[in-house]
Nanobody, 125 residues
Framework: QVQLVESGGGLVQAGGSLRLSCAAS????????MGWFRQAPGKEREFVSA????????NYADSVKGRFTIARDNAKNTVYLQMNSLKPEDTAVYYC??????????????????WGQGTQVTVSS
């Protein structure tokens, strides 16, 4: 079964850090672009960050630039999102997703074909 499984979410105080992981299974994802999205209660899902298949290109939403870092380990079939200086407005369910657009870092949800189930991140003030 081909799937993406996120982990690492939790409750953290404002200013704290979390590292999310997205483990892929069922096939190799080393040729896929990968992205992170989030959805806060009552809001639409939004782009957070993306990384190309090699890790050579990355893309960030303005709201997280300078605080979040995306990385990948193709040997482990895993993508990470390091989140520092967290703010209450970062509270959301975070999803990872894969895209066949391996060379680019798309922001549109429609570019991503496979999604994980999400992991909750809650930042208290």
């Amino acid at each position: 079964q081909v799937q993406l499984v996120e982990s690492g979410g939790g409750l953290v105080q404002a200013g704290g850090s979390l590292r999310l992981s997205c483990a892929a299974s069922g096939r190799t994802f080393s040729n896929d672009g990968m992205g992170w999205f989030r959805q806060a209660p009552g809001k639409e899902r939004e782009f957070v960050s993306a990384i190309s298949w090699s890790g050579g290109s990355t893309n960030y939403a303005d709201s997280v630039k300078g605080r979040f870092t995306i990385a990948r380990d193709n040997a482990k079939n895993t993508v990470y999102l390091q989140m520092n200086s967290l703010k209450p407005e970062d509270t959301a369910v975070y999803y990872c997703a894969s895209t066949t657009l391996r060379w680019s870092t798309p922001r549109g949800e429609n570019e991503y074909a496979l999604w994980g189930q999400g992991t909750q991140v809650t930042v208290s003030s």
